[in-house]
């Protein structure tokens, strides 16, 4: 009954570590995934996710029970307050309902699925580009999936006029994803001023702010500066959605461990949503696992692991941006040509290089690196060793 299976391609992002897997040579490079490594190239266990882990494991009292299908009630109230600063009126006014999620895919298909259930309207604008998974998260929820202009090509900067017109045109109350920061595949944000203007421009046409807050410390290192965007539509009393991921900030990844929050009016209009995200969830998966949401409660409690937790995020963030400077400098050394600052002024994880998709091909062929074909490498996965192969690769392809 299943012969006639047509097989699927590869996913775009997890299938580059798919074929990098396959490949034997010893100078081998992944830069697709957005995943951390050390100087050494490794992956990292922050200290004190290894520390609290130790704590759950000799706490004879623990047991694997189920949670609630909300998850871990500490983990929701402290992932509440990271993301909207622990004088949030809106959670002081219990206006917030949160829910723990499979890490931030996870958090954007139930909020999804809740909102194509009981909102009013369908349409939601994604940025252009935006990552992979966005348009198959909400199509697939049931929402009509729409393009608001982003990335400007020729700037390798942000197009904000094109935004501005864009959402100025969109129909109203349509739900507009945004990337609360580091946007993910361009590394280019909007400032202060253009998301105060983004602000005003969504409340005034009654658009929902859906925020997708994978990279809170990423980008500049931190936690505070990184939830501006999100914070500036939540002191405004109006309504957004915000979905979390600790994969990338604890390091996380393989755990799943996320949450969606929901700003609503009120009290009772938030616990009202929450009995209906229960609704979304537990047909989907009944409730969320246990251990990554206990390691994140641990240390966001505890006000030393907390601080140890910032400085270890500090060092990630700016090993990053060590590469960026590397990289830059590499490139200057070669004379390649063409401008690469943008490589400098991007900020979070990854660099939109403008590298096309046949030098990608090039890149991976005769250097055995790996990004997505879209030019997109993850800086995270660069150290002073390898940035010379890549700047000789990128070299290469842009000179050939
Ligand atoms: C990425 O964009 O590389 C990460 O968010 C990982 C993923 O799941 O795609």
Redesign the pocket.
């Known amino acids: 009954v299943f012969a006639n299976i047509v097989r699927a391609p590869e996913?775009p992002?997890?299938g580059v570590t798919v074929a990098y897997n396959k490949d034997s040579s010893p100078h081998k490079l992944n830069l697709?995934?957005?995943?951390y490594r050390t100087e050494e190239g490794k992956p990292l266990v922050l200290n004190v996710v290894r520390r609290a882990e130790q704590m759950l494991v000799n706490d004879s009292s623990r047991v694997k029970e189920y949670l609630p299908i909300v998850g871990l009630a500490d983990f929701n109230k402290l992932s509440a307050k990271l993301i909207f600063g622990a004088d949030s009126p809106a959670i002081q006014e219990n206006r917030v309902t949160t829910v723990q999620c499979l890490s931030?895919?996870g958090s954007l298909r139930v909020g999804a699925e809740f909102l194509a259930r009981h909102y009013h309207q369908l349409v939601i604008y994604i940025p252009n580009p935006t990552?992979?998974?966005h348009t198959k998260i909400f199509g697939l929820a049931g929402l009509s999936v729409k393009a608001y202009r982003y990335y400007d090509p020729a700037t390798r900067g942000l197009d904000f006029q094109g935004l501005l017109e864009d959402l100025g045109a969109a129909p109203s109350g349509s739900i507009v994803l945004l990337h609360a920061c580091a946007h993910?595949?361009t590394g280019v944000d909007p400032t202060i001023e253009q998301w105060e203007q983004i602000r005003q421009l969504m409340r005034s046409k009654g658009l929902l702010p859906f925020f997708d807050s994978?990279y809170q410390g990423f980008a500049s290192g931190s936690l505070d500066a990184d939830a501006g965007s999100v914070r500036m539509f939540v002191a405004d009393g109006g309504e957004c959605l915000a979905a979390q991921s600790y994969?990338k900030n604890m390091g996380l990844y393989g755990e799943r461990v996320g949450a969606l929050s929901m700003v609503c009016k009120t009290a009772d209009v938030a616990s009202r949503v929450e009995s209906q995200l229960k609704l979304v969830i537990r047909p989907m998966y009944s409730n969320p696992p246990i251990h990554g949401a206990s390691i994140v409660a641990t240390i966001l409690k505890d006000r030393d692991m907390y601080n140890e937790w910032t400085v270890e995020l500090k060092a990630m963030a700016d090993r990053i941006i060590s590469m960026r400077q590397k990289l830059f400098d590499a490139l200057s050394a070669r004379g390649t040509p063409g401008d690469w600052s943008h490589i400098i002024k991007q900020i979070g994880m990854?660099t939109f290089t403008g590298l096309n998709t046949e030098q990608v091909a090039f890149m991976t062929k005769e250097y055995h690196i790996y990004m997505t074909s879209d030019g997109r490498i993850?800086m995270a996965g660069l150290s002073s060793r390898t940035v010379p192969l890549l700047a000789d690769a990128i070299h290469a392809a842009v000179t050939r």
């Open positions: 996913d992002i997890l697709g995934v957005g995943a931030g895919t990552w992979g998974n993910n595949p994978a994969a990854f993850s």
